[in-house]
């Protein structure tokens, strides 16, 4: 699977951006899909991520937990990424995945990353 995500930008604090990842590949429909993110000089982390499943499982970092919403629309092989009032710590470059897990998972439960697309929030 080849991911590209889009919809980052320079935004004031307060504000809401939608992050965009379009998947290529047959097996997006049954992918669990997740969003990371790798602020400056910090580690990558975790921010959401949503299963395949019908249930639609999705679990979120305490962090974005009330802001963010991922989803996914399986017919457009899309995953998304809601932000809404974003803090300067939101500033990092957003990446998608394909992840074996959706609960938590690290870095090692990535299968494919995606280009990332940057997010800087300003005060």
């Known amino acids: 699977v080849q991911l590209q995500a889009s919809g980052g930008g320079l935004v004031q604090a307060g504000a809401s951006l939608r992050l965009s990842c379009a998947a290529s590949g047959r097996t997006f429909s049954t992918t669990n899909m997740a969003w990371f993110r790798q602020a400056p000089g910090k580690e990558r982390e975790f921010v959401a991520a949503?299963?395949?499943?019908?249930?639609?499982?999705?679990r979120y970092a305490d962090s974005v937990k009330g802001r963010f919403t991922i989803s996914r629309d399986n017919a457009k092989n899309t995953v998304y990424l809601q932000m809404n009032n974003l803090k300067r710590e939101d500033t990092a470059l957003y990446s998608c995945?394909?992840?074996?897990?959706?609960?938590?998972?690290?870095?090692?439960?990535?299968?494919?990353w995606g280009q990332g697309t940057l997010v800087t929030v300003s005060s």
């Open positions: 949503i299963a395949w499943t019908v249930s639609r499982t999705i």
């Open positions: 995945t394909t992840v074996r897990t959706v609960y938590y998972p690290t870095a090692r439960d990535v299968g494919s």
